[in-house]
C-alpha cells in the first residue's frame, strides 16, 4: 500500500519530424503488425502525397486501422448490459450422487473450471454501478459434460409469472422512449404503472425494495437460480432442486444516500471491488447450497413450486452446501471474455433438468436467440469463452467466423463412411430428458395456483429487522416520489395494503398521500400465519468481522507512526484493507519520517467509498482541511450513513467543523488514543454500522 509502483521497462524511442514520439520494437517489445503479420514502420502518420498533401487511398495500414476501430462496437445486452466477470472453479465439498447424476456432483474435491458474469439489469453499459436494481448472478461451469450454466440473479424471485410478460417489464423498467431517461433507475412512471397494474410483481418490488438491490458489493451478495430445476438421479429419478450461492463474506449492502453518491464518486465500485479483491489474493468465494424437494413436499407447500414470483423458505427446505465457487483470475481482455462470454438457459448437464415453470421454459428459447443477435451469427459457441473445455463434435458448419467445421467427408449422418471420415455419432449415455407426463388442452391461461400475490411478499417484510423495513419504507418512498401520476402512487399503496399496514401507512404518510386508497382486489386471500423467515434479512446475515471491507484513513504530514501502524495491522489482521486519504495523493511523511504514498486525494476519496472511516490529522494538518468543504462532507457523510469513525485528538478540529460537537456524537464515534484501542475499533466495525444514528439523522 505504501510502495511506489514500479515504472514500466523502458521501451527505445525517438522523436518524429512533427514532434511525436515513435517507440520502437527490440529486446522483449514485440514487433508491431497489421492484421496480415506485416511489420509496420510508422503508426502515427498517414500516407501522404507531399507532407502537407493529401492522404492517399493506399494507405492500407490505416484503412485496416480505422476500419477495424469503426467495427469495435457490438449491440450491448438487451438487459444486464452492464456486467463484470471473473475466472475460478467449482470444487464439490458434498456428493450428490445420492440424486444426482452429474459428474461435476459426483467426487469431492473435484474442480470445474467456472466463469462468472456479475451485472446490473436496466441500466445501460456504461451506467453505475450501485443503482437500485436487481444483481445478475450468471455461473458458467465448463463441466466435462459439457457447459451448464446456472443463469441466476441475487433475487430468489422475479417480477413475472411468464416469459411472454418480459419484453414489456422491460420497456418499462428501461429509460421511457420518448425521452431515453431516467437511465439505470426504476424510479419513475412507466416502471412503476407497469408494476403497479401487475399484482404478481408485488413480491419481487419489495425485495428491489430492499438494501438486496443496492450491494456493498459482488462479494457480499447471494445468488439465487429462482427457478425450480430438476435433479436427475443414475436410475432416473427426479429430485425437485433450488439453487443458492451463499457468500463466504456474508451479506452487507450500503444506505440509499450512500449509493447515490457512490455513483458519482465511482461508477465504478462494484467491479473496482472484484478486481482489487482478485488482484489482491483475496479470492470471492461462495458455497452452492441446493433446496431439496419432491412431490409430496411440492403438493403440500402453499405455493406452486412452478411459480417463479415464490421462493421456498429456507426453514421449511434447508440449503444443503455441497460446494464452493472460487473467483480467482480476472479475464485478460474484457471485451473477449466479459463482454463475449454467451449464457444460455438451455446449456445443462446429464443429471440436470428444466421443469415447467413458464418462465424458464421462455428463456431457454431467449437466450439462444439473443446470443445470436448480439455476437453476429450462429458460431459463438466458437468463441474461447464459450465453447467447452470437454471434447465436442457435430456437424453443424459454417456461418459467419466458423472455427470448429467437421473435419473429413462426412457432414450428415448416417453416412457409411468409416472412421475417422465418418465423424461423431449419437450415444445412447447422451443427454435425455425426464419423461414427465403432459397431456391437456391448448390454451392460453395462468394456473389458478399462481394467483396469491401477497402473501410472500408480506413474509419477505415481516422477515426483516426494524432497521431493514425502515430502510424499504424510505425506498418505497423515494421511488414512489419520483412517480409524477398520482394515480399510480396510490395503486402501488392499495397493494402495499396486503403487504403490511404499517409499510402501507408509512409509505402512504411519506408519500403525503391520504386518504388511504381500498386495498387492491385480491385474487386469493393472504395466507395468515406465515412464519418469518430469518434467512429473508441481511441483517440477520451479516459478516461477523471487517473481513473484505475497507477502512478509510485520512492523514497529514507528521500522522503518528505508530497509532497508523496499529491501525492498518488491526485491520489486516482481519483481511479488512485500507486507504489513506491525504491533502495531494503524493503522500505525507509521517512522525518516524517515512515517506508513505497515499490512494486517494481528499476530493477524489469521499467518505461513502469505505466501510468505516478513521481521522489521523496532526493539528496543523486538521487546521488546513478544516476549510476544505470535501473533508468536512466526509464527515458528515460517515456520521449521516451510521458509519463508525475513530479519531486522534487533532480531529476533533475537524469533527467541530463537521458539525459534530461532543454532544452530537455516539458510540460510534470512537477516540483513539494507543494501538490497542485500533484492534476494539476494527472489532467494532464488524458489526457493520451503528444503525441505531440512523433515526437521529433523518427528519423526514
Ligand atoms: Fe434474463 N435475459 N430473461 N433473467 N438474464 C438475459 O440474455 C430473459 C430472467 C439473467 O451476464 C438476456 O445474454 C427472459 C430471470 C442474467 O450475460 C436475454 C426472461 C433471471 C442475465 C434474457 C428473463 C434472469 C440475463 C439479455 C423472462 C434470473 C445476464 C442478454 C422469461 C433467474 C447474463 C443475454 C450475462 C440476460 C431474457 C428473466 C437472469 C434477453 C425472456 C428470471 C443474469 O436473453
Known sequence: MTKTPKAPKAVATHTGAGGETHQTAGGDTPVMTTQQGLAVSDDQNTLRAGARGPALMEDFHFREKIFHFDHERIPERVVHARGYGAHGYFELTDSLADVCKADIFNRVGERTPAFVRFSTVAGNKGSADVVRDVRGFAVKLYTSEGNWDLVGNNIPVFFIQDAIKFPDFVHAAKQEPDRDFPQAQTAHDNFWDFVSLSPEATHMVCWAM???????????????????????DAEGQSTYVKFHWKPKLGLQSVVWNEALKINGADPDFHR???????KSGNFPEWELGVQLFDDDFADSFDFDILDPTKLIPEELVPVRRVGRLVLDRMPDNFFAETEQVAFCTQNIIPGIDFTNDPLLQGRNFSYLDTQTKRLGGPNFTHIPINAPKCPFANFQQDGHMAMHNPKGRANYEPNSWSQPAGGPRETPAGYTSFPEEESGPKLRQRSETFADHYSQARQFYI??????????????????????????????????????????????????????????????????????????SILKNGPDSFAGRKLGIVVTNGVNADLLSALIAATEAVDGTVELIAPTVAGITDSDGNEIVAQQKINGGPSVLYDAVALLPTVEGANLLRHEATMRDFIADAFAHAKFIAHNDAAEILLAAAGLHPRARDAGVIALESGDDATTFIQTCAALRLWSRENQVHAV
Not at 430492499?210 to 435433479?231: K, N, Q, W
Not at 473496482?272 to 482478485?278: G, P, S, V
Open 210 to 232: 430492499s438494501d438486496r438491490a443496492i450491494p456493498r458489493s459482488f462479494r457480499f451478495m447471494e445468488g439465487f437460480g429462482v427457478h425450480t430445476f430438476r435433479l436427475i
Open 272 to 278: 473496482r471491488d472484484l478486481w482489487q479483491a482478485i
Open 463 to 536: 422477515s426483516q429487522t426494524p432497521v431493514e423495513q425502515t430502510h424499504m419504507r424510505d425506498a418505497f418512498v423515494f421511488e414512489l416520489s419520483k412517480v409524477e401520476t398520482p394515480a399510480i402512487r396510490a395503486r402501488m399503496v392499495s397493494y402495499l395494503l396486503h403487504v403490511d399496514q404499517a409499510l402501507a401507512e408509512g409509505v402512504a404518510s411519506g408519500l403525503g398521500l391520504s386518504p388511504l386508497p381500498e386495498p387492491a382486489r385480491a385474487a386469493r386471500p393472504v395466507v395468515e400465519g406465515l412464519e418469518p423467515s430469518p434467512a429473508l
